[in-house]
């Protein structure tokens, strides 16, 4: 009898960052973006055929929410004044609208006490943006800081030791092809400053 792979458990599950597939880092919005490049989802996420067709099925189920994107309640879905910029949540954590940077991209600057212009020159964002983030982390102290400590603690304790050896054998893999770039490189810069006769 032939064998069939078929998932019994979730493919599909929030783990407070909105849907991801269920095992990965990989979520539905990730998906999303690469959609648009015309990507080898399955290879480019490492996922199985089944796990993209499930991430597929529930982004065409919920399309709406992916299309528009969730307003965190409270001042997130209020328009700051002269309009924009604004906070939403899609699912990865209030972010500034219209980018993928989250108010926990911004946060690890302002603990580190720069200056909200050199913020918004390191994520070419406007002060205005920024500025916006930081309102929002001072209005959202309660909800932003205790998942801002969460996502330090992860960061602390490092990639699960599956994740770990698949991304040490991605950088085994492309050791060499860097190393060949930076000598084709090295010996251009070689050839520019000493060109033969």
Request: charged share 30%; hydrophobic share 35%; aromatic share 8%.
């Amino acid at each position: 009898m032939a064998e069939t792979n078929t998932i019994t458990e979730p493919v599909i599950v929030d783990q407070g960052r909105g849907p991801q597939i269920a095992g990965t880092a990989t979520t539905l919005f990730d998906i999303i973006e690469y959609s648009t490049r015309d990507w080898n989802y399955a290879e480019r996420f490492d996922l199985s055929l089944q796990q993209v067709e499930e991430a597929v099925k529930y982004i065409r189920l919920h399309k709406e929410e992916f299309e528009l994107g969730r307003p965190t309640p409270g001042k997130a879905d209020q328009p700051l004044p002269g309009g924009e910029p604004v906070i939403i949540d899609r699912g990865r954590g209030p972010e500034i609208k219209g980018t993928r940077i989250t108010v926990y991209d911004i946060l690890d600057y302002t603990t580190e006490n720069w200056h909200h212009t050199a913020i918004a020159a390191l994520f070419r964002l406007s002060s205005r943006q920024v500025l916006a983030a930081i309102d929002y982390i001072e209005h959202h102290k309660d909800e932003v800081m205790p998942v801002y400590e969460a996502l330090l603690e992860r960061d602390r304790r490092g990639n699960p030791p599956e994740i770990q050896a698949k991304l040490d054998k991605i950088h085994a893999e492309m050791r060499p092809i860097w190393e060949e770039r930076r000598r084709r490189w090295e010996a251009k810069q070689r050839d520019e400053r000493h060109p033969r006769g």
